[in-house]
């Protein structure tokens, strides 16, 4: 595996694990293991490398994984114990960055307690975004940060078309700040504009505020 490009190795080449490998690979240099050889031969145009191996196996596992590794994210299925013994090996091997899917909250705290430094839950993150886009129209993509903070991209309302920011006043009345507004019409992206930077029909919003905050933005019409 090369330098130019971050390296990635995406354990499990489930629904969640292959998707994310396919996805990575635009920007990264990805390295996809299954222990189904099928998976791997069928993943393995669309990746730059994939091997077939139990990673139930430390000494296969040390084999496979590059020095230098940038990170690896797990997605064993099924399987608690394979996440969780492919979990320790990684670390043991000296990967910075481990980042594995769980089942349930108890096994979200094994993983942690043998140095997973991310869990993640993709069914309850993909409900929460689909309950979020039923109830608030508005509401195009977020991403959450640490605390209550989140990056929101919201429809421009109503009330706010044809006005400045600086007229708007968004950080004084809702504490929030824009951090680009996306002009659909001209394909374009604003990033951090400034005070005079006046809002049109289909902009898009881009903030970053607490939850709270963000939804009072969207309740705006």
Known sequence: MSKHKKQICVIGLGHFGWELAVALSRDCEVL????????VNEIA?????????????????????????????????ESMESSILCTLYLKRLGV????????????????????ADEVIFPERETAR?????VTNPNLLDFVPLGGD?????????????????????????FGVFVLAVRRLDAGETEFLPGPDFRLQVEDVLVM???EGDLARVREES
């Open 32 to 39: 996809a293991i299954d222990r189904d050889p099928a998976l």
């Open 45 to 77: 145009d669309r990746v730059h490398h994939a091997r077939a191996l139990d990673t139930r196996d430390e000494a296969a596992l040390a084999r496979v994984i590059p020095h230098g590794l940038d990170e690896a994210i797990v997605s064993m299925g």
């Open 96 to 115: 910075p960055v481990v980042r594995v899917k769980a089942l349930t909250d108890d096994h979200a705290i094994v993983l942690q307690q043998v140095g």
């Open 129 to 133: 975004r689909v309950a979020a886009h």
């Open 149 to 173: 903070y989140q990056v929101m991209e919201v429809r421009l309302p109503r009330s706010f078309e044809g006005q400045t920011l600086a007229e708007l006043k968004l950080r004084a009345r």
């Open 208 to 210: 970053i505020g607490r």
